[in-house]
């Protein structure tokens, strides 16, 4: 099976990883922040089971993603780059609220942790996610991790941009 990625290339099919969502309860990732990106992300169309997402990183690239799949852990996913200017015309076709948030990579257990703090009206959210080939052990994610909220479908960017606030949020 051949897979389409950043519309260039043809490339084979990626084995599916596994996507897990955590909120965060603690402060001692901060000390541990390797890199961050400032995101901008809309969507363009969402339905139960896909979605059309635009996301803009540091004002300076974008790249649209197409997702597919309800299953909690395992969606298919398909981005491809845009020009940034078609991107910033495209925001007048936003649904929903646009999402404001700082992604942070974190590492621990020599696995990358993508922690989002979230601006505007999602200010006070923070959540964790985890994307590996393996399902990883309780044991080894580290204590900042809160509840996990992996298929609450609150906690899905679609739904944070499309639905009421979550009340982690209030």
């Known amino acids: 099976m051949l897979r389409r ?14 996507e897990r969502k955590f909120l965060v309860s603690g402060q001692e990732w901060r000390g541990l922040v390797e890199d961050k990106i400032r995101i901008r992300q809309f969507y363009l169309a969402s ?3 896909r979605s059309v997402r ?3 990183c540091d004002g ?3 790249t649209l993603t197409l997702k597919f799949g309800s299953r909690g852990r395992e969606r298919d996913e398909f981005e491809y780059d845009v020009p940034l200017a078609d991107a910033l015309e495209m925001l007048d076709f936003a ?7 700082t992604r942070h990579h974190v590492s621990h257990g020599g696995r990358l942790y993508e ?3 979230f601006g505007g009206e999602l200010s006070g959210l923070v959540i964790a996610e985890l994307e590996t080939p393996e399902d990883v052990p309780a044991a080894e994610l580290p ?3 809160g509840r996990e909220v ?21």
Do not use: Q
């Open 5 to 18: 990625t950043h519309g260039r290339a043809l490339l084979p099919a990626m084995a599916k990883e596994i």
């Open 47 to 49: 339905n139960t089971g």
């Open 54 to 56: 635009l996301r803009i």
């Open 60 to 62: 300076a690239r974008a």
């Open 95 to 101: 649904v929903g609220r646009v999402i404001e948030k």
């Open 115 to 117: 922690v989002d703090v």
């Open 143 to 145: 204590a900042w991790l």
């Open 150 to 170: 992996t298929g609450d479908a609150r906690y899905y960017n679609a739904a944070l941009a499309l639905s009421d606030i979550p009340e982690a949020v209030a």
